[in-house]
């Protein structure tokens, strides 16, 4: 029920930005934007505390991967959505690694978080995403963490 109402809501304002090649019937299902920044957002700060209680030092690898998702749908509730869709595509799988010093990974949380939800949505096609908006919701999540 819940897909069927997404899916609504996204037909109707997708027709207001008249979209090219995708066909609502075949998408597999949607991934929320907002959930997916706080996601990745998680991964970064479960390192950063690890770092900051002394577990890790020096560089650490952090390495996020996504498969079975070709087809889905990037989506966001009304009060956050942007006047696009995006689609991933491809059938290779989603993959993220980034080597940090355990030191900037634990002062900026941020940055590192957000360096990889745009990866992560440029392979949906979204290049241009609203990195303030971006930014702006992943801080929001981590001081409500406190």
């Not at 029920?1 to 609504?8: A, D, F, S, V």
């Not at 996204?10 to 997916?36: C, E, H, Y």
């Not at 920044?37 to 996504?66: H, K, N, P, W």
């Amino acid at each position: 029920m819940w897909k069927n109402k997404l899916l609504g809501v996204a037909r109707q304002r997708i027709f207001m930005n008249k979209p090219d090649g995708l066909n609502w019937d075949k998408v597999p299902g949607f991934i929320s934007i907002v959930n997916t920044a706080y996601m990745f957002t998680e991964i970064f700060e479960f390192f950063a505390r690890l770092c900051a209680a002394g577990v890790y030092s020096g560089d650490v690898q952090i390495s996020i991967m996504a498969s079975g998702i070709d087809g889905f749908v990037l989506a966001a509730d009304e009060s956050r959505a942007w006047n696009e869709y995006f689609s991933f595509s491809g059938a290779v799988p989603f993959k993220y690694e980034q080597s940090v010093s355990s030191d900037a990974l634990y002062s900026d949380v941020v940055t590192n978080a957000l360096q990889a939800v745009e990866e992560f949505f440029m392979r949906f096609g979204l290049t241009n995403a609203p990195r303030d908006i971006l930014r702006d919701e992943i801080s929001g999540l981590l001081e409500r963490k406190g």
